[in-house]
C-alpha cells in the first residue's frame, strides 16, 4: 500500500501546473507534502505568491511632439507632452526608417493618440495615430508655435501632470492657426504656464501694502513674492497697476498693458529659467519684437 501511495503522491505531483517562468507554466499553490502516519500533523505553511507586475502600458493617451532627436541609427528620443501625464521622454525604434509608419506622424503641433510602455524616465513608444482636428500654424505663427515648446521642455517637470495646461496648449495652437494676435496668445500662454508650475502669484494683491493693486500706481513684481509698490532705485521692470490687473484678468487690449505685459513676463521667465537662454524668443524678438 505504501508503494502505491507514494506512486499516487507523485502522479498527483506532476498533474499539479509549475509556476511562472518553469516552461511558461502558469502560477499555481503546490500540494502539501504527504504527512507521516507516525508524525502528528503540522498546520500548512501559507504559499507565498507573487503579486503580478502592474501593467506599464498607457493607450490611446492624447498629446503632442515638442521635441525629438536622433538614438542610434534608426530610432528617436522624442519629448512629448501628454494630458494626464505630463512631459515624458519616449524612443520612438525604428522611426527613422523609409518604411516606419512613426516617421510622418510624429511632427510637432499635430494632434496625437499615443501609446507607450514602461516605468522608467524613458519609455518605449509603441504606437502613434494622427488624430486631426487642428488648422496647421504656419509663417510667424510657426515659430510662436517653437517658443512655446521650447517653453514647456525648459519649464515643466517630467512625469508632471498638467491637463489644465495641456488644454491651454491645445487652444493657444488654434489661435495661433487662426491668426489671432501672437503678442496676446503668447502673454496668456505664458502666465497660464507659471500658474500651472506654482511660481505665479496673484498680481492684484500688493504683497508690502496687504492689499490690492490700485490701477493708477506704480509696482514692480518680486518672482518670489508678488507685486509691490516701485521704489527708487528699482532695477526690475516697473508698471501700472492697471497692467497687473488686465493681466490677471487677461484683458491684452490696452497698448500700454501689451506693452508692459511684453517687458514684465520677459524679466520673470528668465528668473525662473535661470538665465538659460531661449534660442525661439530671440528669433522671435529679432522678427517681430514680440
Wanted: charged content about 25%; glycine content about 8%; proline content about 7%.
Amino acid at each position: 500500500m505504501a508503494g502505491q501511495d507514494d506512486q499516487q503522491d507523485q502522479q498527483d505531483q506532476q498533474d499539479q501546473p509549475g509556476r511562472l517562468g518553469e516552461a511558461g507554466a502558469p502560477y499555481a499553490v503546490q500540494p502539501a507534502a504527504v504527512q507521516s502516519a507516525a508524525a502528528p500533523a503540522a498546520a500548512p505553511k501559507p504559499e507565498r505568491r507573487r503579486t503580478p507586475a502592474r501593467d506599464s502600458r498607457v493607450l490611446g493617451q492624447p498629446g503632442f511632439v515638442l521635441h525629438s532627436y536622433p538614438y542610434k541609427e534608426t530610432s528617436l528620443i522624442v519629448d512629448m507632452f501628454t494630458r494626464d501625464h505630463g512631459r515624458i521622454g519616449v524612443v520612438a525604434k525604428g522611426a527613422k526608417r523609409p518604411l516606419s509608419k512613426l516617421r510622418g506622424v510624429l511632427q510637432t503641433f499635430q494632434p496625437l493618440s499615443i501609446s507607450f510602455s514602461g516605468k522608467s524616465e524613458l519609455r518605449t513608444l509603441i504606437d502613434a495615430d494622427w488624430v486631426g482636428g487642428m488648422l496647421p500654424i504656419e509663417k510667424t505663427a510657426l515659430l510662436c508655435g517653437f517658443y512655446l515648446n521650447e517653453l514647456l521642455v525648459k519649464l515643466l517637470a517630467r512625469d508632471d501632470p498638467h491637463p489644465a495646461l495641456f488644454d491651454h496648449y491645445v487652444a493657444t495652437l488654434n489661435e495661433l492657426a487662426h491668426n489671432e494676435p501672437a503678442q496676446i496668445v503668447l502673454r496668456k500662454f505664458e502666465r497660464a504656464l507659471l500658474k500651472e508650475t506654482g511660481v505665479a502669484a496673484d498680481l492684484t494683491r500688493d504683497t508690502g501694502a496687504r492689499a490690492r493693486v490700485e490701477a493708477d500706481l506704480a509696482y514692480v513684481v518680486d518672482p518670489e513674492r508678488g507685486a509691490r509698490r516701485a521704489q527708487a532705485g528699482d532695477t526690475w521692470p516697473v508698471v501700472a497697476g492697471k497692467t497687473l490687473i488686465d493681466m490677471e484678468n487677461e484683458h491684452y487690449g490696452d497698448p500700454q498693458t501689451q506693452a508692459q505685459s511684453k517687458q514684465l513676463m520677459r524679466f520673470l521667465l528668465a528668473y525662473h529659467l535661470g538665465g538659460a537662454p531661449l534660442n525661439t524668443r530671440q528669433i522671435l524678438i529679432d522678427l517681430m519684437q514680440l
